[in-house]
């Protein structure tokens, strides 16, 4: 179907030095020097010239490499897609090309030389500065690789990015703080952190199910997510989105373009293409559509999407949506302060707002705090408006 461009690209390198026993994306742990990651390496050249031919990257704004670990490939492989991106589209400083990395295989001649070749944003999988937890969690590096790594990004790139991770059965409250004030200290300018989630068929669901290992606690995990936002909002860092943080300025633009609604296209092992126009949404995965969304599936998914940015929705797409969902004259709607909208989603927002998830405040409707860690109820309630 003719659609709208593509805003957006991501890369999948879906090779690591080990799984985490948490992880259940499409990753596998491969040596180094296995022919198979040169075989994949090439394919995704291949892909990237065959997009560029086509006309897909002429409009691209944000790059997002991802994985898996994309240090782990090495700096020879990582140059030859760096360049093959180079040379399919226009990688200008304008355009937000991130990479992630992980502390075990992050170099400071990896940092200047992805750096030379386009890359301006790192994202470093660091999870914890407690050995201690990082032993649970399988990781690979120890606290110390972490601020290494962190300070290796440093001495090229201003925008660096760690994700966090909260809730893990034998992590203190206390032990979670220090890593956030750690991170703050380290002067990164993005923190992203997460609660964690016992994913099926991963080591950690085979450990719970058989009493090795306790579920995460709610009421943990909420404080985590609560002593986060303190921490960080007091070192001046703002929350952009439920598990985002960022220094004024260095919000993740590839991040946000997913919760807005911009076609996005993805390439490698199981990465997903976002395809749309004012009638349709399609979401593909490896050759199979695994999301196909009319126009009112649309406006709810967006409705849903916007509620997890700090922004929230502003009223008059809230008007549009209930012109989407409802039927209801966009045009004739009042959109003041008093109403939003009408039918099922005004309904749907006065009842958010009663349970205390959603606020109305400044011509917008913004998640509140508890919003965001009742997030389930939150997203749900504005899905089913079209199912």
């Known amino acids: 179907m003719p659609h709208d461009p593509y805003k957006a690209l991501y890369l999948h390198i879906p090779f690591c030095v080990r799984r985490c026993g948490y992880c259940d994306f499409a990753t596998s742990a491969v040596e180094r020097d296995s022919p198979v990651i040169d075989e994949y390496v090439e394919s995704l050249v ?3 010239r065959r997009a560029s031919k086509e006309g897909e990257l002429g409009q691209i704004e944000t790059v997002y490499i991802g994985g898996g670990t994309p240090s782990h490939i090495g700096m020879g492989r990582l140059s030859m897609l760096l360049y093959a991106l180079s040379t399919a589209m226009h990688l200008t ?8 990395a992980n502390p075990e295989s992050l170099t400071e001649a ?5 750096w030379a070749l386009g890359v301006n944003r ?7 500065f407690d050995d201690e937890v990082l032993r649970i969690l399988g990781r690979a590096h120890d606290a110390e690789a972490a601020r290494a790594a962190v300070r290796a990004a440093q001495t090229r790139f201003h925008n660096v990015s760690v994700d966090l991770m909260g809730g893990i059965p034998g992590q203190s409250l206390a032990s979670f703080e220090a890593s956030v004030r750690e991170a703050v200290a380290l002067g990164v300018t993005h923190v992203s952190v997460y609660p964690l989630t016992i994913e099926p068929h991963t080591p950690f ?8 290992m306790a579920e995460p606690d709610d009421d943990v995990e909420a404080a985590c997510m609560e002593a986060a936002a303190r921490i960080l909002g007091e070192a001046g860092f703002i929350r952009y989105e439920v ?8 919000a993740s633009r590839h991040n946000t373009a997913y919760w807005t609604g911009v076609p996005y296209l993805g390439m490698g092992r199981s990465a997903v293409t976002m395809t749309q126009n004012a009638e349709r949404r399609m979401r593909v995965q490896d050759g199979r559509v695994v999301d196909d969304l009319d126009a009112r599936q649309m406006a709810a998914e967006d409705l849903m999407l916007g509620m997890r940015r700090a922004v929230g929705v502003p009223l008059s797409q809230v008007a549009a949506a209930a012109a989407a969902i409802d039927g209801a004259d966009a045009g004739s709607l009042s959109v003041t302060d008093g109403a939003t909208a009408a039918g099922s989603v005004a309904a749907a927002f006065a009842e958010l707002e009663v349970l205390g998830l959603a606020e109305h405040r400044g011509g917008r409707i913004r998640p509140t705090e508890r919003g965001w860690l009742c997030g389930n109820e939150l997203y749900g309630r504005l899905l089913d408006l079209a199912p």
């Open 122 to 128: 790192l994202s470093i999988g660091v999870q914890s």
């Open 93 to 100: 400083p304008e355009v937000e090309c991130t990479m992630e």
């Open 46 to 48: 291949l892909q990237l």
């Open 243 to 250: 598990a985002s943080y960022a220094r004024p300025g260095l």
């Open 110 to 114: 990896m940092v200047r030389d992805i």
């Open 205 to 212: 669901d085979r450990a719970v199910m058989c009493g090795e």
